[in-house]
């Protein structure tokens, strides 16, 4: 381990000719680099130092992957950074290369984790009751439904891990049979299904939104315990409603049935192979593709290794690695699916007269990450090394084992819903600024990418990866500590989201007019 006092930098690659700043606090003006150049300015932790002259126009490389060109005469020692770097065009999506698939990893047996095993074979991490809508006319109704269930109900059910409401921003004021309305659809329809909810499915409606419960959930759309009826709905506006009190008796009334289901439940011992894993980054910097991406790139592969699901998205965020995935397709279907995917994605943001480069925010600039082409070659190795098995759109739901990848917008939340729409039921997310994020519907493991995030953040960061910068632990090391990390959760250890009992609301992408 290096002493705190050493100036430390990371250069990814031989060739590439930045190195990035591991300091706390940064570097100041004069320091010499061991074995590279002395600094003519300050350099702030995480960002880019030139290690040779790069007169205006030269090719900056990072990763030994082109992410910009210099605007402007940086001399050796001087400090990279957005203002300072022309960010280069997409990738074409025309003349990718073919698939050129790396081997399937060696399988991994002999571990498990303790699981809710559902009807449909289907396998949980939570034991919880979820409620979801039809319209967010209802949003009210049921967070004060909600809230009776846990004081009044929850105390009688101690096998149930608690109950959360599936509200959205959805169901009624949308052009409802547009081409792209398919999209929310489905997506509200399949969070329903998720596993950690055990097929009790429990739908509140207000009554006269376009978004009506047979449309949602048409027979046979999602498993439900007891295949002798569909779904129990709650519509508020039925005659036999007569004050608020009496739509709150006929939630918690149908909830103990539910309840009662799913109280009977109990954890068994279920095979690796059972896991629906989804892997995000938020709030990043120019370590997450140094420390926490990587280490979860290699608990990837060991999942996959092991026949689970493993689940990587952001469409933006791997725009510009588009070459890499294509040619790590499983198969030239795959590699078609991925550009059909990316292709769509392009086209809906020209709709919105924007493109990839809206992504990258403040915080990511503030932390190292000069543009979109820089932080993509960070959050693609989330994705481990093995070759890309399917391709799901935006709301579907997964349906083979392997790695795959989940075309989803970059948002935070946007992602996670569309991953749990997909079936997750356990989430790994790293970040390097910091974010408070969760979900209430499955278990979400933060990974820091800095010590001193890990420090500062010492009860909402999970794992911290900042040790590999340190040199206190290798990404193997990490990623094994995250892989065994990942079975306790989903065996019942809470996180530290699950223990403050924070989480996000769930975002609809919706890409189809409002009316």
């Known amino acids: 381990m290096n002493a705190p006092d050493t100036p430390r930098t990371i250069r990814i690659h031989p ?10 606090g940064g570097l100041p003006a004069g320091t010499a680099l061991p074995g590279g150049p002395t600094l003519v300015q300050t350099v702030p932790q995480g960002h880019k130092v030139a290690l040779a002259d790069l007169p205006a126009g030269t090719v900056v490389r990072r990763y030994n992957v082109v992410i910009g060109h210099t605007a402007v005469d940086i001399p050796a020692g001087g400090w990279v950074n ?21 081997a399937d990893l060696p399988p991994l047996e ?8 559902n009807a449909d074979g ?6 919880l009751l979820a409620v979801t809508t039809t319209v967010q006319c209802v949003a009210g109704v049921l967070e004060f439904a909600v809230e009776r269930i846990k004081k009044d109900l929850l105390p009688h059910y101690p096998n149930v891990d608690g109950v959360v409401g599936l509200t959205h921003s959805y169901g009624c004021g949308v052009a409802i049979d547009a081409p792209d309305a398919i999209i929310p659809i489905r997506t509200v329809r399949n969070l329903a299904s998720n596993p950690n909810f055990g097929g009790e499915v429990m739908v509140l409606s207000l009554g006269c939104e376009k978004l009506q419960p047979e449309r949602l959930l048409p027979p046979g759309s999602i498993p439900i315990s007891d295949q002798r009826q569909g779904p129990d709905v709650v519509v508020l506006q039925d005659e036999k409603h007569v004050g608020f009190m009496s739509m709150i008796d006929s939630i918690l009334t149908q909830a103990k049935t539910h309840l009662e289901r799913l109280n009977r439940r109990q954890r068994t011992t279920c095979p690796v192979s059972e896991l629906v894993v ?18 979860v790139g290699f608990a990837t592969d060991l999942l996959v290794r092991a026949g689970a699901t493993v689940m990587f998205s952001e469409n933006t965020e791997v725009r510009d690695a588009v070459d890499q995935l294509t040619r790590r397709a499983a198969t030239q279907a795959v590699a078609d699916a991925i550009v059909r995917e990316l292709g769509w994605y392009d086209a809906y943001l020209a709709r919105g007269q924007a493109d990839r480069s809206a992504n990258t925010t403040p915080g990511n600039k503030k932390g190292g990450l000069s543009n979109i082409a820089e932080k993509a070659m960070g959050s693609i190795v989330k994705s481990g090394n093995g070759p890309i098995h399917g391709v799901i759109g935006p709301g579907e739901k997964v349906n083979r084992k392997g790695l795959i990848f989940a075309a989803t ?11 749990l729409a997909a079936g997750m039921t356990l989430h790994v997310f790293t970040t390097g600024r910091g974010t408070p994020y969760g979900l209430a519907e499955c278990p979400v493991i933060k990974v820091a990418t800095r010590n001193d995030l890990a420090r500062r953040w010492h009860d909402l960061m999970d794992i911290n990866a900042g040790r590999i910068a340190s040199g206190e632990a290798t990404i193997d090391e990490l990623g094994w500590e995250l892989f065994h990390r990942m079975l306790a959760v989903a065996s019942g250890e809470k996180t530290w989201a699950e223990k403050w009992g924070l989480h996000n609301d769930l975002v609809l992408f919706n890409p189809a007019p409002i009316t």
């Open 15 to 24: 060739d590439d000719n930045v190195a990035v700043v591991v300091n706390d």
């Open 82 to 102: 957005e203002q300072r770097l022309v960010m280069p065009e997409a990738r074409s999506l025309q003349g990718l290369p073919a698939p050129q698939p790396p």
């Open 110 to 117: 002999g571990h498990s984790f303790q699981g809710y095993r």
């Open 122 to 127: 289907s396998v949980g991490t939570r034991n």
């Open 278 to 295: 989804g892997v995000q980054c938020g709030g990043s910097d120019a370590f997450s593709g140094v420390t926490a991406n990587p280490a």
């Open 409 to 419: 917008p970059a948002s935070d939340f946007i992602c996670g819903t569309l991953q």
